[in-house]
């Protein structure tokens, strides 16, 4: 059975951060990291994992990921990047 992730990424260089989903965090990461040759991600290079969620089905992972990109959720993310 196919696992889904959403995930936050945080950029320490450029105080940016990131959230999307996908099926394969691993490679999804070295995309984001190393692979990967256009899109938001490209120029904030190097970028780190600072939270993970599981999901056992897309719709529940495209609905929390949309949950970060709301108010409360960039509230929640802020918490995780400043509180360290």
Do not use: C
Not at 57 to 71: L, N, P
């Amino acid at each position: 059975m196919e696992e889904f992730v959403v995930y936050i990424l945080y950029s320490q260089k450029f105080d940016k951060n990131y959230t999307g989903f996908t099926s394969n965090l691993i490679e999804r990461f070295k995309s984001h990291n190393e692979l990967g040759t256009k899109g938001h991600t490209l120029k904030f290079r190097p970028w780190g994992v600072i939270h993970v969620e599981f999901f056992s089905t897309k719709s529940e992972a495209m609905k929390r990921e949309k949950y970060f990109k709301t108010g409360i959720g960039r509230e929640f993310i802020k918490n995780l990047i400043y509180s360290k």
